[in-house]
C-alpha cells in the first residue's frame, strides 16, 4: 500500500502541472482531494464540455442564505486538474475536507485585533517561507522557487511546511479538518485501494504524513454540529480568484497565472504581445518594435534581479515604460484585462439547480443576454419587444435582490429610453436559490416577491409606492390589487403628511409607466388624486414649527410633489392652489416661504415676487431667515438670476448692506445655495455682477423681431 502526499498551493499553476504528472507517473487507485466530500457525486460534471472554469463549488443551507460558501476551481488550479485526471483515467476521485453540513454549522471565529506569529504563519505560510528566504514579496518568492522551475518539488515542500508548524498546534476547527482527512484515508485504505494519492493545501502534508489510529481522530469529530447542506456547480470569475476563498487562499493574479498554465512556451513574449492587442483595441498606437523592446526590458530585469525568468512584476514594468510610456492609465487597463482578467466560468445544463435557475438560463437564452464579468453597458428602446422584455427582466430580478443590472441615466430624455450597466456575480446565485421557494420561474417569484413585502407589517407607505412602480416597470400587473389594497389602509391611518408626500411621486411615476409601456395600471390615478387631495389639505399644518433640517426635508418634499402633480389630471391647479394659500401666511420657515414663491413664479401663479423678496430680505427680517428664504427660492438653479436684472439687483443690494457679522452669519447658507448653481451659472451671475448689470433696469422687446422665433418655437411644440 502506497499514500503519496502532493501538497500543493491552491491555484498554483506550477503545482497543477506538477500534480498532472506526477498523477501520471503513480498511476493511483483513487485521488482524494482537499475539499467538501458532498461534492463527490459532482464530479463527473468535470468532464462535462459544457463546464468551463473558473467555477465553484457552492455548499448552502435550504432557507438560510447566511449559510454559505464556495470552493472555487481555475483551470491553473491543481484540485481541478487532478478531478480532471481522475475522470478521464476512469479512477474515483473523492473529497477528504471536513462536510460542509459541519463546516456551515460552526459558528464564524471572531477577528482578533492581535495576530499572534503563528496565526500569522497560518494565515499565510508562503509568505512565511518568502520571509525565510529573505523576500519580501511572497508572490516573487513562490514564482521563483515554484512556478518559474518548470516542476514542483513535493518532497521539498513538505520537509519546508515539516519546518514552518514546527511547534505549531492547530485550533480546534482546522484539528476537525485534518482528523476528517486522515479518516477519508482511512476509509480509502479500508476499501482496498493499494495506491492512494492526496492533493491537498501543502500546509496540511505534515498532519496527513502519519495516518495513526482512528481512535484520536474519532473523539476530535464526535459531537460535532451538522445542518442539512446542499452543493452544486456555479460559475465564477477571475477577479473572485483575487480575493480569499473557502480554500483560504487567494491569488492577486489569476489572469497572469492563468497565462503561465496555458503557455508554458515563452510565457513573456506571449504575453506583452497580448497587452499590446489589449492597449491596441482602445486606440493606444503599439508597434511591433514596442513589444520587442518591452520583452527585452523584462529579460534585462530579470537578470539583473537574478530571476530564473521574467516575473510579474518585471513585465509590468516592461509594459509600463515602453508600451505605456510611463502613463499609469493603460497600465490599469493591462491590470483589470489582463492580469486579474474578466472570465466568467459556465456550468452545464446538467449541474444541479433549483428551477428558478433554470428557468433564468433559458430566459438569458431567449433574449440573448449573456452573462458577463466585465462590467458593460445596455442601451434599450422599449419600442422594440426584444428590448422590452430584457428591461423586465432585469427589473425582475431587482425585485428578487439579484441586481445583475443596475439603472443608469439615459442620454435622452425620452419615456421609451433605458440605460443600464451590467456585471454578473457569482454570488447571486445564492439569491436565487433563495428566491427559489417563491417560485420555479422568474416572474411567478418576483410577484410573490411583491407580494411577501406588500403584506409585511410596519411597511412604509413611501416603500409601497415604490413597490408599485416596481411591479409596472417589471410588468407584474396581477401583484397590484394586493399593493394598492396595501397602500390604501396604510394611507387610510398615516396621519404624517411628509409620508404622502414621499409616497406620492413614485405612484404618479408607476401611472406614467403604466401607459408609456402598455401595462395596465387601473386604479392607480384614484389613489394618487386622493392622496395628493390629503397631501394639500393637511399641508398648512405640516409647514408649521419645523427647524432648519426638518424645513429643508419639507423643501424636498414639496419639490416632489410639485414635479408629480404636473402628470395628473387637474392636479397642477390643485397643488399650486394649496401653494398660493400658504404663500400668504406669516410665519413659515425662511427656506419654505422662499422656494413656494419661487414655484408659484414659475408657474405664473404670482407677479409680485420682487416685492415678497424685498420684503423678506429688508432689515426687519434677522440675516439668517433672509439668507434661508434666498436659499430656498434660488434652489432651483441660478438660470432666474442671469436673466432678470431685478431680481440680481436685489439680492446685491442685499448682500451689500449686510454688517460684516451678519454677512459673517449668512455665508454658509449663500455658499450651499450659489454652490449647486451649474458652472456656467456662477459664471454669468460673477460677470453681471463685476460689470455693474445687476441693476434694476426696464427692458423693451421688439415684438416684431421676436414673432418669427415664436412662431418656430410655438410649431415645435405643436402650439403654433
Known amino acids: 500500500m502506497t499514500i503519496t502526499l502532493l501538497g500543493v498551493r491552491h491555484h498554483g499553476p506550477g503545482s497543477a502541472r506538477a500534480v498532472v504528472a506526477e498523477l501520471a507517473r503513480l498511476r493511483p487507485d483513487i485521488v482524494l482531494i482537499e475539499g467538501p466530500p458532498e461534492a463527490d457525486g459532482l464530479v463527473a460534471l468535470t468532464a462535462d464540455p459544457g463546464m468551463e472554469p473558473p467555477v465553484a463549488l457552492l455548499a448552502h443551507v435550504p432557507g438560510d442564505p447566511t449559510k454559505a460558501a464556495f470552493w472555487p476551481f481555475a483551470t491553473f488550479s491543481p484540485e481541478w486538474q487532478a478531478?480532471?485526471?481522475?475522470?478521464?483515467?476512469g479512477i474515483p476521485a473523492r473529497f477528504c475536507?471536513?462536510?460542509?453540513?459541519?463546516?456551515?454549522?460552526?459558528?464564524?471565529?471572531d477577528q482578533a485585533d492581535d495576530v499572534t506569529p503563528a496565526q500569522a504563519v497560518r494565515i499565510d505560510p508562503i509568505a512565511s517561507l518568502a520571509a525565510a528566504a529573505g523576500y519580501d514579496d511572497p508572490e516573487r518568492w513562490w514564482e521563483d522557487a515554484v512556478e518559474h522551475r518548470g516542476d514542483t518539488p513535493f518532497e521539498v515542500i513538505a520537509e519546508a511546511m515539516a519546518a514552518v508548524r514546527e511547534g505549531y498546534t492547530p485550533d480546534e476547527r482546522e484539528a476537525r479538518r485534518e482528523a476528517y482527512m486522515r479518516r477519508t484515508v482511512r476509509v480509502a485504505i479500508k476499501e482496498g485501494f493499494v495506491n492512494i494519492a492526496v492533493v491537498c493545501g501543502a500546509w496540511?502534508?505534515?498532519?496527513?504524513?502519519?495516518?495513526?489510529?482512528?481512535?484520536?481522530?474519532d473523539r476530535i469529530l464526535k459531537g460535532l454540529p451538522r445542518v442539512k447542506a446542499e452543493m452544486t456547480w456555479v460559475p465564477w470569475t477571475h477577479g473572485r480568484l483575487a480575493h480569499w476563498s473557502g480554500y483560504g487562499a487567494g491569488v492577486s493574479s489569476p489572469g497572469w497565472y492563468a497565462h503561465l498554465f496555458a503557455t508554458p512556451d515563452r510565457?513573456?513574449?506571449?504575453?506583452?504581445t497580448a497587452a499590446a492587442g489589449v492597449l491596441r483595441d482602445e486606440g493606444i498606437p503599439v508597434s511591433s518594435a514596442h513589444v520587442i523592446e518591452s520583452v527585452r526590458l523584462a529579460q534585462s530585469l530579470a537578470v539583473i534581479r537574478n530571476r530564473p525568468l521574467a516575473g510579474l512584476a518585471e513585465v509590468t514594468e516592461a509594459a509600463r515604460a515602453v508600451l505605456c510610456e510611463g502613463d499609469e492609465l493603460p497600465v490599469e487597463l493591462i491590470q483589470r484585462r489582463m492580469v486579474v482578467g474578466e472570465r466568467l466560468g459556465h456550468v452545464p445544463d446538467s449541474t444541479p439547480m433549483v428551477p428558478l435557475q433554470r428557468h433564468l438560463r433559458e430566459e438569458q437564452r431567449r433574449l440573448r443576454l449573456k452573462p458577463e464579468a466585465l462590467d458593460r453597458e445596455l442601451e434599450l428602446d422599449l419600442r422594440k419587444p426584444l428590448d422590452l422584455d430584457r428591461s423586465r427582466l432585469l427589473h425582475r430580478l431587482r425585485l428578487l435582490n439579484v441586481p445583475w443590472g443596475e439603472p443608469r441615466q439615459t442620454r435622452g430624455k425620452g419615456t421609451f429610453k433605458e440605460a443600464w450597466a451590467l456585471q454578473w456575480r457569482p454570488e447571486f446565485d445564492i439569491s436565487l436559490i433563495e428566491a427559489a421557494p417563491l417560485g420555479v420561474t422568474v416572474p411567478a417569484a418576483a410577484s410573490a416577491k411583491i407580494a411577501e413585502v406588500a403584506a409585511r407589517e410596519g411597511a412604509a407607505l413611501a416603500d409601497l409606492t415604490g413597490l408599485v412602480e416596481r411591479a409596472l416597470l417589471a410588468d407584474l400587473p396581477g401583484s397590484l390589487p394586493a399593493v394598492l389594497a396595501a397602500?390604501?389602509?396604510?394611507?387610510?391611518?398615516d396621519t404624517d403628511i411628509r409620508h404622502l408626500m414621499a409616497a406620492l411621486p413614485a405612484l404618479v411615476r408607476a401611472q406614467r409607466y403604466g401607459d408609456v409601456r402598455g401595462t395596465p395600471a387601473e386604479g392607480l390615478a384614484v389613489i394618487a388624486t386622493s392622496l395628493l387631495a390629503r397631501v394639500c389639505a393637511g399641508l398648512s399644518a405640516a409647514v408649521s414649527g419645523l427647524d432648519d433640517e426638518n424645513a429643508r426635508g419639507m423643501v424636498a418634499h414639496i419639490d416632489a410633489v410639485t414635479s408629480a402633480s404636473a402628470l395628473l389630471d387637474e392636479g397642477r391647479e390643485r397643488w399650486l392652489g394649496a401653494l398660493r394659500a400658504l404663500a400668504d401666511r406669516t410665519?413659515?420657515?425662511?427656506v419654505i416661504e422662499g422656494r413656494i414663491v419661487r414655484i408659484l413664479f414659475d408657474g405664473d401663479r404670482l407677479g409680485d415676487a420682487d416685492a415678497r423678496m424685498s420684503r423678506a430680505v429688508s432689515l426687519a427680517h434677522p440675516p439668517a431667515r433672509a439668507g434661508a428664504w434666498i436659499e430656498g427660492f434660488l434652489s432651483g438653479g441660478g438660470l432666474l438670476l442671469v436673466h432678470d436684472p431685478r431680481l440680481l439687483a436685489m439680492v446685491d443690494d442685499w448682500l451689500v448692506g449686510l454688517r460684516g457679522d451678519a454677512f459673517v452669519e449668512v455665508l454658509p447658507l449663500l455658499r450651499r445655495t450659489?454652490?449647486?448653481?451649474?458652472?456656467?451659472e456662477r459664471r454669468s451671475i460673477a460677470s453681471r455682477v463685476r460689470s455693474g448689470s445687476a441693476t434694476e433696469k426696464d427692458i423693451a422687446y421688439d415684438d416684431e423681431r421676436a414673432a418669427p422665433a415664436v412662431r418656430t418655437v410655438m410649431g415645435i411644440l405643436g402650439s403654433g
Open 83 to 89: 478531478l480532471k485526471y481522475a475522470v478521464e483515467a
Open 97 to 109: 475536507d471536513l462536510p460542509a453540513a459541519h463546516s456551515l454549522a460552526e459558528k464564524e471565529p
Open 204 to 217: 496540511h502534508v505534515p498532519a496527513l504524513t502519519s495516518i495513526g489510529p482512528a481512535a484520536a481522530d
Open 267 to 272: 510565457p513573456v513574449e506571449r504575453w506583452l
Open 487 to 493: 397602500i390604501g389602509d396604510r394611507a387610510a391611518v
Open 587 to 590: 410665519g413659515l420657515p425662511g
Open 674 to 680: 450659489f454652490g449647486s448653481f451649474a458652472p456656467p
